[in-house]
């Protein structure tokens, strides 16, 4: 059984910033590729930043300059750090993994909120 579990996400100020980690546990061989990716209200979930293991990262237009992701390979965990926060930033954050098996698993999400 493998789960994700995120953590760090919540209310925040326009202009500031929030930390989300998360963590893989049980079954995993090996990990390829993790990220996050979040639903607004109403809205399609959306891709907002990948790493693959070897520290390559894609973000999505809208978050790019503003938050920076990252991973511990040995720890099975990566992070979201997230400054210069946008109303339109609220949503839920899920955490996502892609094995080398070729299998998706995801967290069960953190709400972040971005009040003006």
């Known amino acids: 059984q493998v789960q994700l579990v995120e953590s760090g996400g919540g209310l925040a100020q326009a202009g500031g910033s929030l930390r989300l980690s998360c963590a893989a546990s049980?079954?995993?061989?090996?990990?390829?590729?993790m990220g996050w990716y979040r639903q607004a209200p109403g809205q399609q979930r959306e891709l907002v930043a990948v790493?693959?293991?070897?520290?390559?990262?894609n973000y999505a237009d809208s978050v790019k300059g503003r938050f920076a992701i990252s991973r511990d390979n040995a720890k099975k965990m990566v992070h979201l750090q997230m400054n210069s926060l946008k109303p339109e930033d609220t949503g839920v954050y899920y955490c996502?993994?892609?094995?080398?098996?070729?299998?998706?698993?995801w967290g069960q999400g953190t709400q972040v909120t971005v009040s003006s």
């Open positions: 996502n993994i892609l094995t080398t098996t070729h299998w998706y698993y």
């Open positions: 049980g079954s995993i061989f090996s990990i390829s590729t």
């Open positions: 790493i693959t293991t070897g520290g390559v990262t």
